[in-house]
């Protein structure tokens, strides 16, 4: 079952903070997220796990509340390097980190 | 190092067809996985292959197939080709499997016309 995103798209202006949202309603063991550009590849963003652990390359923060199985990226001070769709990938037991369960995604726009 | 390359990039295909992609994974790579990406379905797991057996299967049905070898290179097949199979087809590649270290390379995909 996939994982809801909210919002579905979002516009801001350079500087200006979002949130994304990905919420699952089964249990979840980690929440992962990925940047696509438009006519690129999607890239990796963070792994959040269940216990707290964050592996991430990017000053990009992101939150896992393991209680309601949602997980929030913070993007702070946008910059239009931002602009892309967002996706949540949900895992749901160990051992199948290659099988992600994907939301719809988000399509964020930074503008000047 | 190189990234995960997917051949071919674009393809036109008709109904009834069958077609064959190709993927590279990063070097090193064992694990290839397969994804289908359409605008309202966004990314959807198709199966993915380790050390040349398939670990994981989506819920497509068995026109979908894949294989890897033995250099961790991965194919999918589809076949009897639908309208509803046009997309965008991602392979991802990653070092390992396991929980918290599925980190996905994923290469820029084959998008696929059904006419």
């Known amino acids: 079952q996939q994982p809801v995103q909210s919002p579905q798209a979002v516009i801001l202006r350079e500087g200006e903070d979002a949130v994304i949202n990905c919420s699952s309603s089964?249990?979840?063991?980690?929440v992962h997220w990925y940047r696509q550009k438009h006519g690129e590849a999607p890239v990796f963003l963070m792994i959040l796990l269940k216990g707290g652990e964050q592996k991430g390359h990017e000053k990009i923060s992101a939150s896992f509340n393991e209680k309601k199985q949602q997980s929030s990226l913070y993007l702070t001070a946008s910059q239009l390097s931002y602009s892309g769709t967002y996706f949540c990938g949900t895992e749901r037991e160990t051992g199948t980190a290659s099988k992600l369960t994907f939301g719809t995604g988000t399509r964020l726009q930074v503008t000047l | 190092k190189a990234g995960v390359t997917q051949t071919p990039r674009y393809l036109i295909k008709t109904r009834g067809q069958q077609v064959t992609l190709s993927c590279s994974p990063i070097s090193g790579h064992r694990s290839v996985s397969w994804y289908q990406q359409t605008p309202g379905q966004g990314l959807q797991f198709l199966f993915e292959y380790f050390s040349e057996t398939q670990r994981n299967k989506g819920n497509f049905p068995g026109r979908f197939s894949g294989r890897q070898f033995s250099n961790s290179r991965s194919e999918m097949n589809v076949s009897t080709l639908e309208l509803g199979d046009s997309a965008l087809y991602l392979c991802a590649s990653s070092l390992v499997r396991g929980a918290g270290t599925g980190e996905l390379f994923f290469g820029e995909g084959s998008r696929l016309t059904v006419l």
């Open positions: 089964k249990a979840l063991y980690s």
